[in-house]
C-alpha cells in the first residue's frame, strides 16, 4: 500500500503497533521463533500447533516492514532475532530449510518455506537454498512431471498439486537465477488455463494435471499468479546481484 504511494499515516490511524506489531513481538518464544502455531495450511490447534517455517518466515519480512514504517528500531531487532532462531532450528545441512522444528528433519519437508527466499530473508543463490531446491524436487514434485505438492504429510489433499506451490517455486527460481525452471513452471500454467476459459485452479491432479478441488481460485490461484508476474523486476535484481544474507553471515560466518 505504502510502495504504491498510500499515506502511511494508517499504521497510527488503525493503531497497527499496539494490534499487529506488539503481539507479534511478543510470540517470540525461547527458540527465538514465532511460538507454536497453525501456519499457512491451516493446522489448528488441539496438539497440532508446531515451530512453522512460514510463520516465522513471514514475521521477519513484517517486522522490517513496520519497522521502516514506524521508524522503531525494536522491530528490526525483532526480525533479526528471529533470522538467528530461523538458522539455528529451522535448517538442515543436507536438506535445506525444514517445514517445522518439531518433525525430524526427513519427515519435515514443505514448501511453504520457500518464502524464506522469496521474501529475502536468505539468499536464493546460497547454499540452503540450493539444498532446499533439491529436496523440494526429489521430494515433492509430483507424478505428471510439472508441478509439487505442498508438503511431505501425505493425506490426499497434500498431495494434490498445488499451484500456489508451483508459482512460488518458480519465483525463486527466477531469484535463483533458474529461469528455465521457473518459466517452465509458468508455461505450464499459462497453458492449463488457456485450456480452461482462462481459470486458474487451486488444485490439480499430481498424475493427469487435470484441474480439481476449487476452479477458479482467487488467492491460490490467479492471485498468486499476478503476485508472481508483479514480482519478476524485483526478481531478476535478486538474481543480478544477489542478497548477501545465509545462515553462515546470520550466525556470524562468512557470506560464501
Known amino acids: 500500500y505504502v510502495d504504491a504511494g498510500g499515506d502511511p499515516a494508517f499504521v497510527a490511524d488503525y493503531d497497527v503497533l499496539a494490534a499487529v506489531a506488539e ?3 511478543n510470540a517470540i518464544d525461547d527458540l527465538d521463533l514465532i511460538q507454536a502455531d497453525s501456519s499457512i495450511w491451516e493446522r489448528h490447534w488441539n496438539g497440532n500447533e508446531k515451530h512453522f517455517t512460514y510463520t516465522t518466515a513471514m514475521a521477519i519480512k ?3 516492514a513496520i519497522a521502516e514504517l514506524s521508524g522503531s528500531s525494536d522491530y528490526s531487532e525483532g526480525a533479526r532475532r ?5 538458522c539455528e532450528n529451522l535448517v538442515d545441512p543436507d536438506l535445506g530449510l525444514l517445514g517445522n522444528a518439531e518433525e525430524e528433519p526427513q519427515s519435515a519437508i514443505d514448501l511453504a ?8 530473508i536468505l539468499d536464493a543463490q546460497g ?11 526429489d521430494r515433492l514434485a509430483v507424478a505428471n512431471g510439472m508441478g509439487f505438492k505442498r508438503n511431505d504429510d501425505g493425506d490426499i489433499y497434500d498431495e494434490q498439486e498445488w499451484v500456489v506451490m508451483d508459482l512460488r517455486l518458480a519465483e525463486a527460481y527466477r531469484r535463483g537465477c533458474q529461469l528455465d525452471k521457473a518459466k517452465a513452471i509458468e508455461g505450464w500454467i499459462t497453458r492449463q488455463a ?4 482462462w ?3 487451486e488444485l490439480m491432479d499430481p498424475d493427469t494435471g487435470r484441474y480439481v478441488g476449487p476452479t477458479p481460485m482467487l488467492g491460490f490461484g490467479a492471485g498468486a499468479y499476478m503476485v508472481g508476474l508483479h514480482n519478476r523486476e524485483a526478481a531478476a535484481l535478486d538474481c543480478s546481484t544477489g542478497i548477501d544474507q ?3 553471515s546470520i550466525l556470524g560466518g562468512d557470506t560464501s
Open 194 to 197: 488457456y485450456l480452461n476459459l
Open 113 to 120: 518455506a520457500v518464502e524464506a527466499f522469496n521474501h529475502g
Open 23 to 25: 503481539p507479534l513481538l
Open 127 to 137: 547454499p540452503t537454498a540450493t539444498a532446499s531446491f533439491a529436496t523440494w524436487e
Open 199 to 201: 481459470s486458474i485452479p
Open 82 to 86: 528471529l533470522e538467528l532462531g530461523l
Open 246 to 248: 545465509t545462515c553462515a
Open 62 to 64: 513484517g517486522l522490517d
